[in-house]
């Protein structure tokens, strides 16, 4: 998580491991993650934030893993700070 300097506030230890299942899921239904892709990088603004959440909320099992609930936690301290984004960065 980055403010508006760039400098970053906090950061997750789990990674996103991107297979199939998570290439897979619908864009009109996953808007905000289909914004991710394994090499690029995505950022979300805190507007944004709540629709990462119900997003997250109802991920299939198989996209699941410690990355969501550090995604989650993520997604709390940007809705409570000012100017601050998340950010998923590719390899």
């Keep these: 998580m980055r403010g508006d300097l760039g400098n970053v506030v906090a950061r ?4 996103l491991k991107w297979t199939n299942a998570f290439a897979g899921l619908a864009p009109s239904q996953f808007p905000m993650l289909f914004a991710l892709t394994p090499y690029g990088d995505a950022m979300f ?3 944004q934030i709540p629709l990462l ?3 997250l909320n109802r ?3 198989a996209c699941e893993g410690e990355w969501v ?3 989650r936690e993520l997604c709390q301290i940007v809705e409570r700070g ?3 984004y998340l950010w998923f960065l590719g390899d």
């Design 53 to 55: 959440q119900a997003e």
């Design 59 to 61: 991920l299939p099992a």
């Design 12 to 15: 997750a230890e789990a990674g």
């Design 69 to 71: 609930a550090q995604a």
């Design 45 to 47: 603004n805190q507007r």
């Design 82 to 84: 000012t100017h601050l």
